[in-house]
């Protein structure tokens, strides 16, 4: 048995059955990322001694009887989220040397659940990107082929969790960082709804639209995941939590809407086009019913996000000036000492973040930027709201092309900021959505995006789970 | 098309206090003015006059009680101990007012 193959449903059966044990799961987990990641780099950083101690810890609780869903599965996390005494460095230069001085919330509840951390994963710079290129150590491959890109911004653990380097990895999503390297990857991806995981100890980017969520092999295992990181949190005072929401109908016979604005757009691929379209009527031959809908403010989804994301993000980056951590030069005035920190330790994508975002907030730009796409993004809620009341979930590309080569869009920012049109939408509006693997075009993968309303992630499950366990 | 100066981007440069150099003042002003096109589409759009950019979930007035919650042992050393520049219990920061500087 290749236990770095299993899934963390399969591995949590075996452990708590005590067929296998948790030190082999690990030992091998770490085996395959010495073997696999000199060429891929997943992982930034690697536990090898700690992952190995906390195996032998869940062991020993297994053997007391513990049987919680995560006990001794080895997990990666993406570097923007803390893990307590090890390095934290939102993939950029400008964090190198600063280390976690506490667990995020998830991190903690991952913990306490028995599950190991293999190590942080690779990501772009302070989350922002689309490939992973921007990360400030160099970018990710992906694991189906090496030319390529894992897709951005959670490519780490993405390409960790395909490439069978862990059972599973938590990655963020604020305009689709969690959904587009899953469907690159060929693997799960989930966003949950905006508020339902704790985002302290995140590293912000744009405190309105970041979740943290799992980055999975299987849609089984992303439940798994977000039940135990799930959960209002006193020390996010933007946590929030409506579990009272129940599943009504049989789940064959779902309205699945089908939005002609993402379908007519000219940019998507055609064969990407083609694997949707026959996942989606898989479902219709189970019973399913498609309805054609409208979501007219899709063509503005992207304009609106790339003005509030850079403007929360030029906000929440202002905090790295060298002084409570990150890199110090030594100069005699305070402006030289922002102004060098921050001009060497952040990298061409963000500084252009930060800038367009300082431009859209500037006095004499506030009214015409930066308010008109917050009142755009009540549109784009309104418009799913409006949909969801004819449909039970919506089906969509995740990505309008596969996963591109390195290099290609990197020095095109525009062209790279269009491989988020289908995912940013869902963020906007505060919606739940997850990616998962619907086929292939010449060997790359290609995913399915089910989004669902607010707080029905176990709709999304209930959905992902009939393709997965019938297709 | 949009099109921001060099001036421009040296000033916005100025407020995000980060230092960038003549190459990359020129490709900012390029890639930003570009960027700002693609937005522009947002203005011709009808239906900008609703919503008031309220809470995304509808949350308002978020509070705590107003109590210690004592998350971090010995006051928070382990977050001094992550300046590059610190003494005792105390972050090092450079001179704000100099010493003859009438405030």
Redesign the interface.
């Known amino acids: 048995m290749n236990f770095a193959e299993l899934t963390i449903s399969e591995a949590n059966q075996a452990l708590v059955k005590g067929e296998i044990s948790s030190v082999e799961i690990t030992s091998k987990a770490l085996a395959t990322i010495k073997e696999s990641d000199g060429d891929i780099h997943a992982f930034l950083n690697v536990f090898e001694e700690e992952a190995l101690q906390m195996a032998r810890d869940a062991d020993k609780r297994i053997k007391q009887g513990e049987k919680s869903s995560l006990v001794g599965i080895p997990l990666a996390i993406k570097d923007n989220i803390l893990v307590k005494g090890f390095a934290a460095t939102a993939g950029s230069k400008i964090l190198e ?3 976690a ?2 667990d995020a919330t998830v991190t903690k509840k991952l913990r306490d659940e028995g599950a190991i951390f293999l190590g942080k994963t690779n990501l772009d710079e302070f989350a922002m990107g689309s490939s992973t290129e921007n990360s400030g150590f160099g970018p990710t491959k992906n694991p189906h082929d090496h030319q390529r890109v894992p897709g951005g911004s959670s490519g780490g653990s993405a390409a960790a969790v395909a490439a069978n380097m862990c059972l599973g990895a938590l990655g963020s999503d604020t305009g689709g960082s969690i959904r587009q390297p899953a469907s690159f990857c060929g693997i799960v991806g989930l966003k949950p ?3 339902a995981v704790s985002r302290f100890g995140l590293i912000a980017l744009a405190s ?2 970041d979740q943290i969520g799992p980055v999975t092999k299987t849609v089984e295992d992303s439940a798994i995941i977000y039940n135990v990181i799930k959960g209002s949190d ?2 996010d ?2 946590s ?1 939590i409506n579990e009272e929401v129940a599943l009504k109908k049989d789940i064959k016979k779902l309205t699945i809407g089908v939005p002609r604005e993402y379908f007519e757009l000219e940019s998507l691929d055609g064969a990407v086009k083609d694997r949707v379209e026959e996942a989606i009527l898989w479902y219709e031959k189970q019973g399913a019913k498609i309805e054609n809908i409208s979501l007219p ?1 899709s ?2 989804g992207l ?2 996000y ?2 509030v994301m850079p403007a929360e993000a ?1 906000a929440n980056l ?1 905090r790295y ?8 030069f030594k ?5 030289d ?4 920190n ?3 330790g ?1 990298g061409a994508e963000a ?2 973040r ?3 975002g ?2 859209a907030l ?1 006095s004499g730009y506030y009214d ?2 930066y ?9 784009i ?2 418009d799913f709201k409006d949909a969801f009341g004819k449909t039970d979930v919506i089906m969509t590309p995740t990505t309008p092309t596969v996963a591109f080569k390195l290099g290609e869009k990197v020095e095109n ?2 062209q790279m900021y269009a491989a988020d049109i289908f995912t940013v939408p869902v963020n906007m ?2 919606l739940p959505a997850i990616s998962l693997p619907c086929g292939r075009v010449e060997n790359l993968p290609v995913g399915l995006q089910i989004i669902a309303p ?1 707080y029905q992630e176990k709709l999304l499950f209930k959905t992902g789970l009939l393709f997965e366990k019938n297709h | 098309m949009a099109n ?1 100066s060099s001036k ?2 040296k000033h ?2 100025e ?6 150099n003549e190459a ?1 003042i020129k490709k ?1 002003s390029r ?2 003015s ?3 096109d ?2 522009e ?3 011709k ?1 009808p ?11 509808g ?1 308002e007035n ?3 009680q107003d109590k210690e919650h004592n ?2 042992k010995e006051k928070g050393k ?2 001094i ?5 610190k003494k005792d219990s105390f ?1 090092e ?4 007012l100099k010493r003859d500087e009438k405030i």
């Open positions: 040397s600063y280390q001085a506490y709804t905006y508020g309105s639209l006193i020390l005072s933007t929030f403010s063509s503005l304009a609106s790339y003005l030029s202002a000036d060298g002084i409570r951590y990150g890199s110090s100069t005699d005035n305070l402006k000492l922002y102004f060098k921050r001009g060497s952040f500084i252009r930060i800038m367009i300082t431009y500037s015409a930027y308010k008109v796409a917050k009142r755009i993004q009540t549109q809620k309104k920012p525009l509006a505060g607010w | 921001i421009e981007i916005i440069a407020l995000a206090r980060i230092e960038i990359e900012f890639e930003l570009a960027i700002l693609f937005v589409a947002l203005q759009s239906g900008i006059k609703t919503g008031d950019g309220e809470q995304i979930m949350l978020i509070f705590r998350l971090l382990i977050l101990e992550q300046a590059p520049n972050v920061v450079p001179e704000i």
